[in-house]
C-alpha cells in the first residue's frame, strides 16, 4: 500500500513535464536560431527530469522494501 503512492505522483508529475517537453519541442520548430536552441535545451531538460523522477521513484521503492515494520522503535 505504502507504494501506490510514490507511484502515481510519479506518474502524474512525468506526465505534466512530458507535456511541457512535447510543447517545447513543437515550439522549436520555428523562429530564429537562437530561441530554437533554447526551446530544444529546455525540452531536452524535462525529459532528463522524468528520467531523474523515474529513478528516485525506484530507489524509494526499495527503501521501502528495505524499511523495518516498527520505525517508530528508532526514536
Given at each position: 500500500?505504502?507504494?501506490?503512492?510514490?507511484?502515481?505522483?510519479?506518474?502524474?508529475?512525468?506526465?505534466?513535464?512530458?507535456?511541457?517537453?512535447?510543447?517545447?519541442?513543437?515550439?522549436?520548430?520555428?523562429?530564429?536560431?537562437?530561441?530554437?536552441?533554447?526551446?530544444?535545451?529546455?525540452?531536452?531538460?524535462?525529459?532528463?527530469?522524468?528520467?531523474?523522477?523515474?529513478?528516485?521513484?525506484?530507489?524509494?521503492?526499495?527503501?521501502i522494501d528495505r524499511e523495518d515494520k516498527d520505525d517508530l522503535?528508532?526514536?
Open positions: 500500500m505504502k507504494k501506490i503512492a510514490p507511484i502515481i505522483i510519479t506518474i502524474i508529475v512525468s506526465c505534466f513535464i512530458g507535456l511541457y517537453a512535447f510543447i517545447t519541442f513543437g515550439a522549436g520548430g520555428g523562429g530564429p536560431l537562437p530561441v530554437r536552441i533554447i526551446l530544444i535545451a529546455v525540452g531536452i531538460g524535462s525529459v532528463c527530469l522524468i528520467g531523474a523522477m523515474i529513478y528516485t521513484l525506484i530507489h524509494r521503492l526499495k527503501e522503535s528508532k526514536y
